[in-house]
C-alpha cells in the first residue's frame, strides 16, 4: 500500500521559513518524480515545484522561484520543499505527488500527471 505523508507546515510570520517533508513508503520513490502543489480557499491546485528521480532536474513556478528550494533523499524515500521569505500569499495546504517521469518538459505543472498524493499540510502566513 503506497502512503506519501506530509509534514512540516504550521503558522509562521512574513518573511520566515518552512521546510516541508514529505515521505513515501510503498513505493520506490527514487523511480518517482516528485511535485509540490498548494491550494488556498477558492482556488485551484497550484504546482509550484517538482524534482526528476534523480534530483538532477528541478522545476518551480515563477511566483516561487527563488524563494522555494525542492530536494530529495531518496535513501530516506523523502523530498523536501524548503520555503524561504514567506508571503501571506503563500499561506494555503500544500501537497506532495509521485508521477512517472516524463522527462523535461511544463508537464510537471498538472495534477492530472500524478498518481500519488499525500492529505497535504498546512501553510499559514500571517502579515
Known amino acids: 500500500q503506497v502512503q506519501v505523508v506530509e509534514s512540516g507546515g504550521g503558522s509562521v510570520q512574513a518573511g520566515g521559513s518552512l521546510r516541508l517533508s514529505c515521505a513515501a513508503s510503498?513505493?520506490?520513490?527514487?523511480?518517482?518524480?516528485m511535485g509540490w502543489f498548494r491550494q488556498a480557499p477558492g482556488s485551484e491546485r497550484e504546482g509550484v515545484a517538482a524534482?526528476?528521480?534523480?534530483?538532477?532536474?528541478?522545476y518551480y513556478a515563477d511566483s516561487v522561484n527563488g524563494r522555494f528550494t525542492i530536494s530529495r533523499d531518496n535513501a530516506k524515500n523523502t523530498v523536501y520543499l524548503l520555503i524561504n521569505s514567506l508571503k501571506p500569499e503563500d499561506s494555503a495546504m500544500y501537497y506532495c505527488?509521485?508521477?512517472?517521469?516524463?522527462?523535461?518538459?511544463?508537464?510537471?505543472?498538472?495534477?492530472?500527471?500524478?498518481?500519488?498524493w499525500g492529505q497535504g499540510t498546512q501553510v499559514t502566513v500571517s502579515s
Open positions: 510503498g513505493l520506490p520513490m527514487s523511480n518517482y518524480c
Open positions: 505527488a509521485a508521477a512517472h517521469w516524463r522527462g523535461l518538459g511544463t508537464w510537471w505543472r498538472s495534477e492530472l500527471n500524478y498518481r500519488y
Open positions: 524534482i526528476s528521480p534523480g534530483g538532477m532536474t528541478t
